[in-house]
């Protein structure tokens, strides 16, 4: 195949053993362009609506996409997809590194996981060598120590993916982890390898990969290298990664401290970015083929604890683990990030199932009693590690809190629902919506819960106002379809997004790799199509208009900012509405919240509308027709 | 006094570079702070995250010295 | 021309095994790289770049005599003569000479110095003989 894919797909049965292998549907990627688009088109058509996402009808896909691994920049991405347990709706996640790389060199594009295991393996591939390994050994070991006897035992030129005792104990919001510090963090991956009983991945390969042209790949690409090599944010994002963003985040009342109480930290210099740097930085490290090495490999010290070694904090886990725990040292949040790796939890729902808990322990909806004589304050390092080895391992309470903030809001109760701060049951990530209403909207909206992955418009909330929303919606509606490309494609939109390539040149590389000659236009509406595809599972899944789903916590209407520059800021539960509206609208769906036939025929999903209708959720037709563009590109117009 | 500032993305639209693709050259009073002469030139400050200069961050009230070279980072669109 | 190494600003990137195999044999596969990168994960928790540095031991083992060495100082290998024995493998200290099963000649590094032409990091540069004893960092 000379069109970027390795050319071999993978199914395997996880309850039989049996391994089939097929070559690549080449048609399939041309209409879902990989990575989450083909995860989607999957899971939509063979996962029963009523099926339990950690049970045996749950499938679990890895799909390495078409560009990852091709010469091209920040070219590492990996996807997993599979029914997510947090959300109940279709889930993916994606992380860095280089196991996407390895498994195209192997010789794979995609391997699919059905069924369950009688006992625990782990998937062993080494060029045509495909075998489910006995993991018994394997199981109960924490990720980061799982991964470094995987290679001990395998050899270190293994790429390497393990669960840890959380994904086993079917925490849902587990992670996948990678290359000692890259996580595939969301939806609860983790958690269905567990239910599978698969503990790890273990890839290596020496094949070639085939792409259309060459030659105009090589030299798109030495000229991108060397035109970034030289552009004037290079350097800070190097030196930095994305941990220089906390302090701006902070001035700019974003940040998340104290569990979404408030929006500024006064402790802020503490944690930020000079700290990691100065106090922690190991390395710098890398994704394959990208150099903005945004990585970085640090150690966590803190007296009378050994000494640790994890990739982070980022931004992410550096707010949501940071500010959002009251944490006062570098060090602590570093050693709650690798906590949380190393048991094998997201730090980002891990961060505000932390932060959830500790509000919760703030206003006595849980005691000391509760936590086996341990308290649960802000800023407490031993109360993060105590509380977190209840929730991996499922003791007492820690059950309560295994599936997220809003399953334990349901058990604790007493008014707790409103500050689980999560939408469709994935928490938060690092920004507050309260003075940024488009971020609060793309968090409501994105299809697996609340990502800014899928859009993020904090600085288009500056620009046009933070306290109106009107307009926001389309922009919104633009960002979900162009951002999820790059998990679609499986390379990092970090590099691409941030050193002024254009979606032109993008999409020249992805020409270059595959033959496909498509424009922008055409992979935005393939991406609107796996958006509404995504849609129709979720209500199918869930039994309820899209709108009935697509609500923030309480809070961020009840409560306002109450401290900082942000303060007395907030939206209302009107203007949340609005929001609503204009982005039903612009997306072509109904006032409920659900895709229109003529949407769904537009993009080719006709079978999806009938299978909607037949739930009882069809979109009513709009009077006028749907917009015959879905979602407006932002033009700043001023600073 | 003269200062050069540097920047990409929306950032470098906004700053109209005059000596290279990403340079502008920005005439200043002295005792003005970073965040002053943004201003000055309308730039909103809230849309810089920091400013890099001598392979360090630096805050915007910094003030420049004549001839410093300074690197504007955008906030990063979502990390 | 040689190349320099300075370990410590290696981000494991693997550009430099990319580009080295795309110019030698046109094709995208990092295990047909004439370099390699060691990563010690999680502790001390480091890249390290191992490159060419013109010793000479895989010519002097060579018992087809398909080794030698050019004027540049780099050692390039007759392609028909070799056997593909693999008695140089082990024989560089560095590790540096690779076999690989699409063919049936050794793979070593012709300085074509592409690689340090597209690492970001400096963690591969081009070195000049008579540079300063301090720029040799290899």
Known sequence: MANGLAGKTLRINLATGDIRRFPTDEA?????????????????????????????????????????????????????????????????????GHLGPALKFAGYD??????????????????????????????????????????????????????????????????????????????????????????????????????????SLRKQVTEIILRTQKHPNMVPWQKYGTAFFIQWSNANACIPAYNFQTTYYEDIDKIDGDQLVEKCLITHKACFGCWMNCGKYTKAVIPGKPEVHLEGPEYETGSLCGSNLGMKDINHVAYINWLLDNLGMDSMSGGGV?????????????????????TLKWGSVDDVEHFLDMVAYKRGIGDWFAGGSKRAAAKIGRGSEKFAMQAKGQEFSGYDGRWAPGMLLSYMTSDIGAHHNRSWTITVDMAEGRDTV?????????????????????????????????????????????????????????????????????????????????????????????????????????????????????????????????????????????????????????????????????????? | MVIFLKAGGELRTKLNPDVDFYTRRVETKEGQSLRDILIGIGINPAFVAFAYRDDKVTRLDYVPLDGEVITLQPPVSGG | MRIKVNRDKCTGCRLCLQICAIEHFREINPKKAALRIEAKFPDPGKYRPFVCTQCGKCAEVCPEEAISRADSGAYIVDQDRCTNCGVCVPACPVGVVFQHPDHDFVIICNFCMLCTELCNTGAIVKWEKGASLEAKGV
């Not at chain 1, 869930?542 to 009935?548: T, V």
């Not at chain 1, 942000?566 to 929001?579: E, H, P, T, V, Y």
């Open chain 1, 470 to 639: 009107e307009g926001r919606a389309k922009i919104v509606v633009y960002l979900q379809h162009i951002r999820p490309l790059f998990d679609t494609w499986c390379i990092c939109r970090l590099f691409w997004g941030e050193l002024d390539i254009t979606p032109e040149e993008i999409v020249e590389s992805l020409n270059h790799i595959t033959g496909w000659g498509v424009s922008v236009a055409e992979v935005l509406r393939t991406s609107e199509m796996i958006w509404n595809l995504n849609r129709c599972h979720y209500i199918e899944r869930n039994g309820g208009n899209g709108r009935s789903f697509d609500y923030p916590p309480a809070r961020a209407w009840e409560d306002k900012i109450p401290s900082g520059p942000g303060m007395g800021k907030g939206l209302s539960l009107a203007q949340i509405d609005q929001m609503l509206d204009e982005y039903y609208a612009a997306r072509g769906w109904d006032g409920k919240g659900n895709p229109t036939r003529a949407l769904l025929e537009d993009l080719g999903l006709g079978y999806a509308a009938d299978r909607l209708e037949k739930a009882g959720f069809l979109g009513d037709p709009i009077p006028g027709g749907i917009p015959p563009v879905r979602g407006e590109k932002y033009k700043p117009k001023a600073f």
């Open chain 1, 110 to 215: 995609m391997v699919i996981f059905e069924d369950i295991s009688p006992k625990p393996v782990y998937l062993f591939v080494d060029n045509d060598t495909v075998e489910l390994r006995d993991a018994t050994a394997y199981w109960g070991l924490k990720s980061l120590d799982c991964e470094k006897k995987l290679k001990e035992d395998l050899g270190e030129d293994f790429e390497i993916a393990t669960i840890g005792p959380a994904g086993e104990n079917g925490i849902l919001f587990s992670c996948i982890t990678h290359d000692f510090g890259r996580q595939a963090g969301r939806t609860g991956q983790g958690a269905v390898m567990g239910s599978k009983k698969l503990k790890a991945i273990a890839v290596r390969g020496n094949k070639s990969i085939q792409v259309h042209s060459l030659d």
């Open chain 1, 28 to 96: 399939l990627y041309r209409r879902w362009h990989g990575g989450r688009g083909i995860t989607a088109k999957i899971l939509y058509d063979e996962v029963p609506r009523d099926a339990d996402p950690l049970g045996p009808k749950n499938i679990f896909i890895i799909n390495a996409g078409i560009m990852s691994g091709c010469f091209i920049p920040a070219g590492s991405k990996v996807e997993f997809g599979a029914v997510s347990p947090l959300t109940n709706g279709p889930g993916d996640s994606n992380m860095g």
């Open chain 1, 354 to 374: 932390i932060a959830f808990a500790m509000e919760c322990f703030q206003r006595g909806l849980i005691t000391e009693a509760d936590i086996e004589g341990h």
